[in-house]
């Protein structure tokens, strides 16, 4: 595999069209933390799978123009080189482009909104990175949920964007409690795979097995702390009773896949006590999942992965309890 990083990082080198490849399949494979264009590469193709296996080859597609047109941006703003090499001005357009082509029907302004959102993404990152130096934590996917929310919170206001898994009522209804349902073995195994597969708003175990594969090929402690935390996740949302649907579609879980990858395997050096913290962090995050539903219903937009961002932040501020990662990815991960 180094043989492999080295031949394409040379060839990368040589060539302006390869490095450009190159950035952006690093950019998809840093949704999750991993500075590898092979890992990347098993997150395009996980991802254009599950859009052909659920009849929407758009949000590939949209994911994959969102990318370009984010890694486009920051060159033109003359972000910095290193982290641009990296894929860190990329990850947060792939998921606002999978997220536009998932929420909304599709029309030409929908792909306006695509580019619109990718470029707007990088800027939010570069200020997400400014204002958050002080505090000594990364933007995470920050700027993908800020400029998703407003994006899909303009729709109602717009008559040319109408909403596909959106409510497309005048009036968005209350809350409602959710009623929990027994669930049997093959249900809680189709939870913890959508759990991971929903990171990038994919449904489908297929799916989530090439993105742990993705993870494998360049860090077996990610893989692992992601398999763990999606258990861990479908486990303490069926403990509370949280709706099944919710549980079996991942949605309870995807959050804190990444949550768990994070504090787990990318910012702290692991350890026995890392891991532990790493999942009470995911266990928490399962609880912000769960309150950020209830929270956002009456506005009628997803809660994305703002309960990663927001209990990451918060496990990260007291840095100082765990020794820090000193791989170079990891250093790099920090300064998103």
């Given at each position: 595999?180094?043989?492999?990083?080295?031949?394409?990082?040379?060839?990368?080198?040589?060539?302006?069209?390869?490095?450009?490849?190159?950035?952006?399949?690093?950019?998809?494979?840093?949704?999750?933390?991993?500075?590898?264009?092979?890992?990347?590469?098993?997150?395009?193709?996980?991802?254009?799978?599950?859009?052909?296996?659920?009849?929407?080859?758009?949000?590939?597609?949209?994911?994959?123009?969102?990318?370009?047109?984010?890694?486009?941006?920051?060159?033109?703003?003359?972000?910095?080189?290193?982290?641009?090499?990296?894929?860190?001005?990329?990850?947060?357009?792939?998921?606002?482009?999978?997220?536009?082509?998932?929420?909304?029907?599709?029309?030409?302004?929908?792909?306006?909104?695509?580019?619109?959102?990718?470029?707007?993404?990088?800027?939010?990152?570069?200020?997400?990175?400014?204002?958050?130096?002080?505090?000594?934590?990364?933007?995470?996917?920050?700027?993908?949920?800020?400029?998703?929310?407003?994006?899909?919170?303009?729709?109602?206001?717009?008559?040319?964007?109408?909403?596909?898994?959106?409510?497309?009522?005048?009036?968005?209804?209350?809350?409602?409690?959710?009623?929990?349902?027994?669930?049997?073995?093959?249900?809680?195994?189709?939870?913890?795979?959508?759990?991971?597969?929903?990171?990038?708003?994919?449904?489908?175990?297929?799916?989530?097995?090439?993105?742990?594969?993705?993870?494998?090929?360049?860090?077996?402690?990610?893989?692992?702390?992601?398999?763990?935390?999606?258990?861990?996740?479908?486990?303490?949302?069926?403990?509370?009773?949280?709706?099944?649907?919710?549980?079996?579609?991942?949605?309870?879980?995807?959050?804190?896949?990444?949550?768990?990858?994070?504090?787990?395997?990318?910012?702290?050096?692991?350890?026995?006590?890392?891991?532990?913290?790493?999942?009470?962090?995911?266990l928490f995050t399962v609880i912000a999942q769960a309150a950020l539903n209830v929270a956002l219903t009456p506005l009628a937009i997803p809660a994305l992965t703002a309960p990663f961002v927001l209990v990451?932040?918060?496990?990260?501020?007291?840095?100082?309890?765990?020794?820090?990662?000193?791989?170079?990815?990891?250093?790099?991960?920090?300064?998103?």
């Amino acid at each position: 595999m180094e043989k492999i990083l080295a031949k394409w990082e040379s060839l990368s080198a040589s060539s302006g069209i390869v490095r450009f490849l190159d950035i952006n399949l690093r950019s998809i494979g840093q949704v999750m933390f991993q500075n590898n264009p092979i890992t990347g590469l098993l997150f395009l193709a996980a991802i254009a799978w599950a859009s052909y296996a659920a009849g929407v080859p758009r949000v590939a597609i949209a994911g994959v123009l969102a990318v370009v047109v984010a890694n486009l941006t920051a060159q033109w703003l003359n972000a910095d080189n290193e982290s641009l090499h990296a894929g860190l001005y990329g990850y947060n357009g792939v998921l606002v482009g999978l997220a536009l082509a998932t929420f909304l029907a599709p029309n030409a302004l929908m792909w306006v909104y695509v580019v619109l959102g990718a470029s707007v993404s990088v800027i939010t990152m570069l200020g997400t990175v400014n204002a958050l130096k002080p505090w000594g934590v990364s933007s995470l996917t920050f700027p993908f949920v800020l400029t998703t929310w407003l994006l899909l919170l303009a729709t109602y206001g717009f008559s040319g964007l109408t909403g596909a898994a959106l409510p497309a009522g005048d009036v968005v209804v209350a809350f409602q409690r959710y009623e929990a349902s027994p669930l049997k073995l093959i249900d809680l195994l189709q939870g913890v795979l959508q759990s991971i597969s929903q990171v990038f708003l994919k449904a489908n175990g297929v799916a989530a097995l090439l993105f742990l594969v993705g993870l494998a090929v360049n860090s077996w402690a990610a893989a692992v702390f992601a398999l763990a935390g999606a258990i861990l996740a479908v486990l303490t949302a069926h403990l509370f009773g949280a709706e099944s649907e919710l549980i079996t579609g991942g949605l309870l879980g995807f959050s804190p896949v990444l949550t768990a990858i994070a504090l787990g395997a990318v910012f702290y050096r692991p350890s026995w006590r890392v891991a532990i913290y790493a999942m009470l962090g995911t266990l928490f995050t399962v609880i912000a999942q769960a309150a950020l539903n209830v929270a956002l219903t009456p506005l009628a937009i997803p809660a994305l992965t703002a309960p990663f961002v927001l209990v990451t932040w918060i496990f990260l501020l007291p840095r100082q309890c765990f020794e820090p990662a000193a791989t170079d990815d990891a250093a790099t991960a920090r300064a998103r």
